[in-house]
């Protein structure tokens, strides 16, 4: 017995380690930009760097957003972001809702291929696109970088709330349709009240991934006025005359903080859906 428990003592401790070493992973890369972008030009440079930063330049933030429109560049990838949620919602959950409750031939094949398109790569697509877009005249239009995102983000977004839906008991759409409801009013007035934090779940997918999409909008616009944060702070990168690493690290700082701001108003939702089974199936 004292041996099987302190063996079960070891192995919690390793898996404790793990965890701090994948949360350290991907903090320091985020804590790093933080440091330079509280860093003079002159501490930049300094060999060997310094993580701490000492003179903490918070006049940096305030030279990013006297040299670039960077409030217009967020405006710009809120107004991208907001249409692709929406218009994805209206879309993902009525196809969610059909996949799951209706019997259809070939069911198990077509949702494989609804995941299969998810490993398209948006550079495959962006160049033939831009192409397209261009012997159209239609470039450097934010409806048709909309119309993109929706077309990466969809096919994973109807398959996460396929799989939730699933986990939602016929029962309740039995109720439903005892009580006078069509498929509609089934949908909207039952399964879409309990599905609420697998939606929000998606919200949050969706919105991080639009926002910090960079290879479309960089490709399909070149009118500046128009770049969402993510292509407008590349603007801010060093040239051979000037270094501007820490001004482009505090835009990339600025350029998050929305969307640290929605995953920590939000999160209790994910942690709703997965305890749900919405990653079930």
Not at 100 to 105: A, F, Q
Not at 152 to 167: A, C, E, G, R, S
Request: positive net charge; proline residues 5%; charged residues 10%.
């Amino acid at each position: 017995m004292m041996v099987g428990a302190k063996k079960q003592r070891w192995i919690k401790v390793g898996l404790y380690i793990s965890y701090v070493l994948v949360v350290l992973s991907f903090l320091f890369p985020l804590l790093w930009v933080l440091s330079l972008s509280l860093q003079t030009r002159f501490e930049v440079l300094q060999v060997p760097p310094s993580i701490i930063p000492t003179s903490f330049a918070i006049g940096n933030y305030r030279e990013v957003l006297d040299s670039a429109p960077v409030l217009q560049y967020l405006w710009n990838s809120f107004r991208i972001v907001a249409s692709t949620v929406v218009l994805t919602l209206l879309i993902a959950i009525p196809a969610a809702f059909a996949l799951s409750r209706y019997r259809m031939k070939f069911k198990s094949q077509l949702m494989v291929a609804v995941l299969m398109t998810q490993m398209i790569s948006a550079v495959v697509i962006t160049i033939p696109l831009y192409r397209l877009f261009a012997s159209w005249g239609l470039l450097n239009q934010l409806w048709l970088v909309v119309l993109v995102y929706v077309a990466v983000v969809l096919p994973f977004t109807t398959w996460f709330l396929k799989n939730y839906i699933d986990t939602v008991p016929v029962d309740m759409d039995e109720a439903a349709i005892i009580d006078g409801c069509n498929k509609w009013q089934m949908l909207s007035r039952v399964l879409f009240p309990v599905s609420i934090p697998g939606i929000v779940s998606v919200v949050i997918i969706v919105a991080v991934q639009s926002w910090s999409q960079f290879v479309i909008p960089f490709i399909l616009i070149d009118d500046a006025s128009l770049y969402p944060v993510s292509v407008g702070v590349v603007n801010l990168q060093s040239t051979q005359t000037q270094i501007t690493t820490h001004l482009l690290a505090a835009g990339s700082i600025m350029s998050i903080i929305p969307v640290v701001i929605l995953f920590v108003l939000l999160q209790r939702y994910i942690v709703g859906a997965l305890t749900s089974g919405a990653v079930k199936g």
